[in-house]
């Protein structure tokens, strides 16, 4: 009985010794993390992808001289009279936009379209001397713009540092009430160039803020009035050149947009 009890301690002896060598190779359990949170690499905020977004502001034309350019050729010589006034049409404008953006490092280059309604109209009055020899009123003012533009900057992490500059398509109103009352009014798409810059800033993943202005430079246009005897003809011009200083929201969507994930 004796050597019986003796091998059943052996066996239950060895039994314990493996199975204290198979627990030494299990990791003794820890405190459960959780995951880091996402954060923004040393590559900053990823910019590329498209995006959408709203605008408003304030816009005015930049010092549009008018008058009335009365030309006459007594005896060959040509006289030209130049009267008029300084129109600045200004006030309150807002719209929408779109666009792309590309990344290469910190290099962001992009295309952006954007359609902007205006308000703002500004008239002046003078007395214009013989052979006119009346009130002339003129008022210019425009309704709508719309531009399409290359942006290139530099992003500073979550900021953007960007200039822009592409073709403008602006619809610009312009009348004349002149001597005797006849009236002389115009309405036209004028294509210019347009440039500026701005700053964005990355809020979060989807949504970023910035401030641009905006400088179009549409030409001067002359604009035939009704004759004023012979051999005497008269002209106004008008040019409507305009900057604009605006705010936005985008809101980014679609491709690797978002703020690059550390890995861990």
Same mark, same amino acid.
């Given at each position: 009985?004796?050597?019986?009890?003796?091998?059943?301690?052996?066996?239950?002896?060895?039994?314990?010794?493996?199975?204290?060598?198979?627990?030494?190779?299990?990791?003794?359990?820890?405190?459960?993390?959780?995951?880091?949170?996402?954060?923004?690499?040393?590559?900053?905020? &990823?910019?590329?992808?498209?995006?959408?977004?709203?605008?408003?502001?304030?816009?005015?034309?930049?010092?549009?001289?008018?008058?009335?350019?009365?030309?006459?050729?007594?005896?060959?010589?040509?006289?030209?009279?130049?009267?008029?006034?300084?129109?600045?049409?200004?006030?309150?404008?807002?719209?929408?936009?779109?666009?792309?953006?590309?990344?290469?490092?910190?290099?962001?280059?992009?295309?952006?379209?954007?359609?902007?309604?205006?308000?703002?109209?500004?008239?002046?009055?003078?007395?214009?001397?013989?052979?006119?020899?009346?009130?002339?009123?003129?008022?210019?003012?425009?309704?709508?713009?719309?531009?399409?533009?290359?942006?290139?900057?530099?992003?500073?992490?979550?900021?953007?540092?960007?200039?822009?500059?592409?073709?403008?398509?602006?619809?610009?109103?312009?009348?004349?009430?002149?001597?005797?009352?006849?009236?002389?009014?115009?309405?036209?798409?004028?294509?210019?160039?347009?440039?500026?810059?701005?700053?964005?800033?990355?809020?979060?993943?989807?949504?970023?803020?910035?401030?641009?202005?905006?400088?179009?430079?549409?030409?001067?246009?002359?604009?035939?009035?009704?004759?004023?005897?012979?051999?005497?003809?008269?002209?106004?011009?008008?040019?409507?050149?305009?900057?604009?200083?605006?705010?936005?929201? &985008?809101?980014?969507?679609?491709?690797?947009?978002?703020?690059?994930?550390?890995?861990?």
């Amino acid at each position: 009985m004796n050597s019986r009890i003796h091998f059943a301690f052996t066996i239950f002896s060895a039994g314990l010794v493996s199975l204290a060598a198979q627990a030494a190779d299990i990791p003794a359990p820890g405190p459960s993390l959780a995951p880091p949170p996402p954060l923004l690499a040393s590559g900053g905020y &990823n910019w590329e992808g498209y995006y959408a977004g709203l605008h408003a502001g304030y816009g005015r034309t930049y010092d549009d001289k008018v008058g009335i350019h009365h030309i006459t050729n007594p005896g060959g010589v040509l006289t030209v009279r130049n009267i008029g006034g300084n129109l600045k049409a200004g006030g309150v404008l807002g719209g929408l936009q779109a666009g792309y953006n590309w990344q290469t490092g910190a290099l962001v280059y992009g295309v952006e379209a954007d359609v902007t309604l205006m308000s703002g109209k500004s008239t002046f009055s003078g007395l214009y001397p013989a052979p006119i020899a009346a009130v002339v009123t003129t008022s210019a003012s425009r309704d709508w713009s719309g531009t399409l533009r290359a942006r290139i900057g530099y992003a500073f992490g979550q900021a953007l540092i960007y200039s822009t500059a592409g073709i403008s398509a602006t619809n610009v109103k312009y009348s004349l009430v002149a001597f005797g009352g006849t009236p002389l009014s115009t309405s036209n798409v004028r294509l210019a160039p347009v440039f500026g810059g701005g700053i964005e800033y990355a809020i979060n993943n989807n949504w970023s803020a910035k401030v641009e202005g905006l400088y179009t430079l549409i030409p001067k246009k002359s604009l035939p009035l009704t004759p004023f005897g012979a051999p005497a003809f008269l002209t106004t011009s008008e040019t409507q050149a305009h900057w604009q200083v605006r705010l936005g929201l &985008n809101y980014r969507f679609g491709g690797p947009a978002g703020a690059v994930v550390a890995k861990y």
